[in-house]
């Protein structure tokens, strides 16, 4: 038995001259991607968790339940997954309700707790539902095969890619549902991409895989944040903030939106006080002052106290930022010219500037 709240895989062994030795344990809810470039076994440790691939040495417990270890090896059709491919495979006979329907073989709600209806208003599929897979788009396509693995029952969702094969507007078509859906489903879902904007967009959880091997797990924010990672490094890297709606300005068009003590005002379109939104803050969009600029047209300027300072890069550094309210973690990433004219070590107060704050639409 493996805590119940929990998901926990383990898989060793060698595909031709490839080489897997991956394990990792992340909760059994939201979204847990498993990010790595191209070859680093992604799709292997996923086809191993759906029993789609077999290694002797291999262990997969969901909530409490073992699919496989050293004794046991539940075949792919026993076990209670959603599993959605790069490319959607339609029943090209069927219309989308008829794949819909194929899915849900007959039964009114699916594990996620998601009846039909509410699968193809999520999905926004109502106006597609009398159509045949071949009049669809790619993202359309995309989306009835998501809807179909939700109705088959899952308790857990797997998706390989589900991005990749589409063209950049479908994919921005495709995000807001997958938003969407994840935010509103009780499942948890493994999602594979190695692209770091959907794991912005979608995940809680991050399993980060290189080479055959998980190189770190966990909470997507507290990696992205650690200076001994890559992703703190880089050039776009950024904090994810999952904040609140507490006020929205219809006159101005500004959202307040919070998180832990930190207060943020966005410009957007309204959004229903309460919601939940995730936000981004580019680490390259945060510069620092000494002290509070006079008549500065940004919005959000928050004390704060430098954690770290990191080189990153022949030119910059990354400095780590915890605002003085409380709250996540911010990152700044600037020259090192200013580092040096402006002295910064850990410990020191200041104030950063937040020139952007990026809000993905729900
Ligand atoms: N059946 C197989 N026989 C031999 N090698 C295999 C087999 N399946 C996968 N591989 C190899 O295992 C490695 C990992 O493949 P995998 O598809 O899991 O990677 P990935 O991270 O999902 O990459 P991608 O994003 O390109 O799909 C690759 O080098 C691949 O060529």
Same mark, same amino acid.
């Given at each position: 038995?493996?805590?119940?709240?929990?998901?926990?895989?383990?898989?060793?062994?060698?595909?031709?001259?490839?080489?897997? *030795?991956?394990?990792?344990?992340?909760?059994?809810?939201?979204?847990?991607?498993?990010?790595?470039?191209?070859?680093?076994?992604?799709?292997?440790?996923?086809?191993?968790?759906?029993?789609?691939?077999?290694?002797?040495?291999?262990?997969?417990?969901? !909530?409490?339940?073992?699919?496989?270890?050293?004794?046991?090896?539940?075949?792919?059709?026993?076990?209670?997954?959603?599993?959605?491919?790069?490319?959607?495979?339609?029943?090209?006979?069927?219309?989308?309700?008829? !794949?819909?329907?194929?899915?849900?073989?007959?039964?009114?709600?699916?594990?996620?707790?998601?009846?039909?209806?509410?699968?193809? *208003?999520?999905?926004?599929?109502?106006?597609?539902?009398?159509?045949?897979?071949?009049?669809?788009?790619?993202?359309?396509?995309?989306?009835?095969?998501?809807?179909?693995?939700?109705?088959?029952?899952?308790?857990?969702?797997?998706?390989?890619?589900?991005?990749?094969?589409?063209?950049?507007? &479908?994919?921005?078509?495709?995000?807001?549902?997958?938003?969407?859906?994840?935010?509103?489903?009780?499942?948890?879902?493994?999602?594979?991409?190695?692209?770091?904007?959907?794991?912005?967009?979608?995940?809680?959880?991050?399993?980060?895989?290189?080479?055959?091997?998980?190189?770190?797990?966990?909470?997507?924010?507290?990696?992205?944040?650690?200076?001994?990672?890559?992703?703190?490094?880089?050039?776009?890297?950024?904090?994810?903030?999952?904040?609140?709606?507490?006020?929205?300005?219809?006159?101005?068009?500004?959202?307040?939106?919070?998180?832990?003590?930190?207060?943020?005002?966005?410009?957007?379109?309204?959004?229903?006080? %309460?919601?939940?939104?995730?936000?981004?803050?580019?680490?390259?969009?945060?510069?620092?002052?000494?002290?509070?600029?006079? %008549? &500065?047209?940004?919005? !959000?300027?928050?004390?704060?106290?430098?954690?770290?300072?990191?080189?990153?890069?022949?030119?910059?550094?990354?400095?780590?930022?915890?605002?003085?309210? !409380?709250?996540?973690?911010?990152?700044?990433?600037?020259?090192?010219? &200013?580092?040096?004219?402006?002295?910064?070590?850990?410990?020191?107060?200041?104030?950063?500037?937040?020139?952007?704050?990026?809000?993905?639409?729900?």
């Amino acid at each position: 038995m493996s805590d119940p709240g929990t998901i926990a895989v383990g898989f060793r062994g060698t595909l031709g001259r490839f080489r897997l *030795d991956a394990r990792f344990e992340t909760p059994a809810r939201g979204v847990t991607a498993l990010f790595g470039p191209s070859g680093c076994g992604k799709t292997t440790v996923l086809r191993s968790m759906a029993g789609l691939q077999r290694f002797a040495d291999g262990m997969c417990r969901v !909530n409490g339940e073992t699919w496989q270890d050293g004794a046991l090896f539940r075949p792919p059709h026993t076990r209670p997954i959603g599993y959605v491919f790069q490319e959607a495979s339609l029943f090209a006979h069927l219309s989308v309700r008829g !794949n819909l329907r194929f899915g849900a073989r007959g039964s009114a709600r699916s594990g996620a707790g998601l009846a039909f209806d509410e699968v193809v *208003d999520l999905l926004g599929l109502a106006p597609l539902l009398d159509r045949a897979p071949r009049h669809l788009s790619g993202g359309e396509r995309q989306r009835v095969a998501i809807g179909r693995a939700l109705l088959s029952h899952p308790r857990l969702l797997l998706m390989d890619e589900p991005l990749s094969a589409l063209d950049r507007s &479908s994919r921005d078509e495709i995000l807001p549902f997958l938003e969407r859906l994840t935010a509103r489903l009780a499942l948890p879902v493994i999602y594979v991409t190695h692209d770091m904007t959907e794991v912005e967009r979608l995940a809680e959880t991050l399993v980060a895989m290189r080479d055959g091997r998980v190189q770190s797990v966990g909470p997507l924010r507290q990696l992205q944040s650690d200076p001994a990672l890559p992703f703190a490094l880089a050039r776009d890297a950024a904090v994810t903030l999952d904040a609140v709606v507490e006020s929205y300005d219809a006159e101005y068009g500004l959202a307040t939106l919070v998180e832990g003590g930190l207060r943020l005002v966005v410009p957007c379109s309204a959004l229903p006080l %309460g919601q939940r939104q995730r936000l981004r803050i580019a680490a390259a969009d945060v510069s620092l002052a000494r002290v509070p600029p006079q %008549g &500065s047209t940004i919005l !959000n300027i928050l004390p704060a106290e430098i954690l770290s300072i990191t080189p990153a890069g022949e030119q910059a550094m990354l400095v780590v930022l915890q605002p003085s309210l !409380n709250g996540p973690t911010l990152l700044a990433r600037i020259t090192r010219l &200013s580092w040096k004219r402006l002295d910064l070590v850990p410990g020191d107060q200041l104030q950063a500037l937040i020139k952007s704050v990026a809000l993905a639409p729900r």
